[in-house]
């Protein structure tokens, strides 16, 4: 043997694309979800010799504030894409448990599982949307952990706070419902973090990649009630968040970020309206998904015009959906980034026409 043997689950794993691992070149990116609100930090270290604090006070006080749920109910992690991770880890059986899904859905949870050997329960979105809760109950089975991303990505539907009550009440003392809210703050008022005090098995993953515009600080958070959190807080890192992250994360949560977080939520919200009435009028587009998030979904008539784009300099995000590999993910940008958008179908039309 020339290279030490990997175990089966590991070996076939094929390796995870996310939106920043391919290397394109293009001047607009609108295919990460990603806010077009960049900000300046201060950051000033004089203790950097010291190791973190493994929770940082300042952060989990103020994210304890803007939640609603009492700071022992909140845990910082290293994105929500850790907070997947370290629920999976926690709560699931290598070999032996499964995780529930509904697809089309966030690629994580599957990659998780794989990389863990947890198998997965595919179920679909429109099972989810449209089952009754004891059919979904018996589709759910033993699964231990249940991955409903609200408002979903890339769909961008989303399940009704009493859907959720309702599944997560089946399924006490069953299975875990996982709620991950990364695009929360764009239809805040549809939270499933009221839900926590009531029921015993629900966790709420929340992120500042997305509405806080920090997806390059990695931060996430998970909130529950402390009881489920005991033992994630044995199985994660020693210290997941360096001093520097937790010193910006305490500044994009004081009350005058937030303020400013919401205003640019307003702003994309609205861009977003135009965006999706410029789509309805093009040719090109056959079918939309506006959802709740700050993204748009949607099938093309035709995949060649994701390479018009791309020669534009404007990068979004193909992918296949339904077995067809003419699907669009196109995040909200600001102003200037929308026009790239409209120059884009102006140019596809009248490629089309000749
Ligand atoms: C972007 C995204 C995440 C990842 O959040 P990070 O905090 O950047 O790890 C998690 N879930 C969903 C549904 C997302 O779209």
């Known amino acids: ?12 794993l ?15 990116w609108l295919n990460a979800n990603e806010s077009p ?84 329960n595919e179920l679909s979105q429109q099972q989810l949307a449209d089952a009754s809760i004891a059919e979904l109950v018996s589709a759910i089975g033993d699964s231990k952990l249940v991955f409903i991303c609200n ?18 009440e089946s399924l006490a003392k069953k299975a875990l419902i996982v709620v991950d809210e990364a695009y ?14 009531g029921l015993d098995n629900i966790v709420v993953l929340r992120t500042l990649s997305k509405a806080f515009a920090l997806a390059g600080l990695r931060v996430g958070f998970m909130l529950s009630n402390p009881k489920l959190l005991a033992p994630i807080r044995k199985v994660i890192a020693p210290y997941p968040v360096s001093t520097v992250v937790a010193v910006i994360a305490a500044q994009a949560l004081s009350a005058d970020a937030i303020t400013q ?35 748009v979904t949607l099938q093309l008539t035709d995949k060649c015009y994701v390479q018009i784009a791309t020669q534009m300099g404007l990068i979004m995000r193909p992918f296949l959906l339904y077995g067809q590999d003419n699907w669009l993910r196109i995040s909200i940008g600001n102003e ?17 026409e000749v």
């Not at 043997?1 to 076939?12: G, K, R």
């Not at 408002?151 to 599944?167: D, E, H």
């Not at 609205?270 to 998904?289: D, H, R, T, Y």
């Not at 790239?340 to 102006?346: D, M, T």
């Open 1 to 12: 043997m020339t290279s030490i043997a990997l175990p089966e689950n590991i070996d076939s």
């Open 14 to 28: 094929k390796a995870y694309s996310s939106a920043k691992s391919e290397k394109l070149t293009g001047t607009t």
């Open 37 to 120: 609100y960049a900000k300046v930090y201060e950051t000033c270290f004089d203790t950097l010799n010291r190791y973190p604090d493994p929770q940082p006070e300042a952060v989990i006080d103020a994210y304890s504030q803007y939640s609603g749920i009492d700071t022992d109910g909140v845990v910082m992690t290293r994105g929500a894409d850790e907070g997947i991770e370290l629920l999976v880890r926690t709560y699931c059986q290598p070999d032996k448990d499964s995780i529930t899904i509904f697809t089309p859905t966030y690629g994580m949870y599957k990659v998780t599982a794989d990389t863990h050997n947890v198998s997965i």
């Open 151 to 168: 408002p979903n990505n890339p769909t961008g539907s989303i399940q009704p706070l009493q859907r959720i009550a309702q599944l997560a």
């Open 184 to 197: 929360i703050e764009f239809c805040e008022q549809q939270s499933c973090a009221p839900l926590i005090s």
């Open 261 to 295: 977080m919401r205003r640019q939520v307003s702003i994309l919200n609205v861009a977003k309206k135009k965006l999706i009435s410029w789509l309805q009028e093009s040719e090109i587009v056959k079918e939309i998904f506006s959802g709740e998030g700050n993204f």
């Open 336 to 352: 200037q980034e929308l026009k790239q958008v409209k120059s884009w179908l102006a140019v596809c039309r009248q490629a089309e």
